[in-house]
């Protein structure tokens, strides 16, 4: 800071001691010795204080990066899954889109023969197929069978189980 050597040091203590006199040059040596001790501690004490706000402002610089570079990943991440929605949205219409007439293969359904109801009546012993004949489902079928609109078709549901107490009936 001052730019003092050995030989200017020691011409400054010899014009003290001829001016302050050997009992006064203790005394002032301790005095100038506990103001430079406290100059170095103020100085000391503000280099500290700046090193801590550096640090501090170092800091708040590296965490507002973060931020921002966490808030550009997650508008990547956004764009990204925005268009993997579109890509997925526009697969689904593509698959959903109905096909042309021309394009379209209509496979036909096999058609299983409508169930007749047995009767004891003379018309079920005439020689006209079964299959022609529209069957009236009876009161017992309509509670064990629906019928297909589609097809105009009975469908049986299978049958039911009898309650436990008419199973053990002799």
């Given at each position: 800071?001052?730019?003092?050597?050995?030989?200017?040091l020691l011409l400054i203590a010899v014009v003290a001691l001829?001016?302050?006199?050997?009992?006064?040059?203790?005394?002032?040596?301790?005095?100038?010795?506990?103001?430079?001790?406290?100059?170095?501690?103020?100085?000391?004490?503000?280099?500290?204080?700046?090193?801590?706000?550096?640090?501090?402002?170092?800091?708040?610089?590296?965490?507002?990066?973060?931020?921002?570079?966490?808030?550009?990943?997650?508008?990547?991440?956004?764009?990204?899954?925005?268009?993997?929605?579109?890509?997925?949205?526009?697969?689904?219409?593509?698959?959903?889109?109905?096909?042309?007439?021309?394009?379209?293969?209509?496979?036909?359904?096999?058609?299983?023969?409508?169930?007749?109801?047995?009767?004891?009546?003379?018309?079920?012993?005439?020689?006209?197929?079964?299959?022609?004949?529209?069957?009236?489902?009876?009161?017992?079928?309509?509670?064990?069978?629906?019928?297909?609109?589609?097809?105009?078709?009975?469908?049986?549901?299978?049958?039911?189980?009898?309650?436990?107490?008419?199973?053990?009936?002799?």
């Open positions: 800071m001052f730019d003092i050597g050995f030989s200017e001829v001016v302050l006199g050997p009992e006064r040059l203790p005394k002032a040596a301790r005095f100038a010795g506990l103001w430079v001790r406290r100059a170095r501690n103020q100085w000391d004490s503000v280099k500290q204080e700046l090193e801590r706000e550096l640090h501090a402002e170092e800091l708040k610089r590296n965490l507002q990066d973060v931020r921002q570079s966490m808030q550009q990943a997650e508008a990547g991440l956004r764009d990204q899954a925005g268009q993997v929605r579109e890509q997925a949205d526009a697969f689904k219409r593509e698959v959903e889109l109905p096909e042309s007439a021309a394009e379209r293969v209509i496979e036909p359904r096999p058609i299983e023969p409508r169930p007749v109801a047995p009767t004891a009546t003379p018309e079920a012993a005439s020689p006209v197929p079964a299959e022609s004949e529209p069957s009236q489902p009876t009161a017992a079928a309509d509670s064990q069978a629906v019928t297909d609109a589609e097809f105009n078709r009975s469908i049986a549901l299978g049958d039911v189980p009898a309650p436990a107490s008419q199973e053990r009936s002799p």
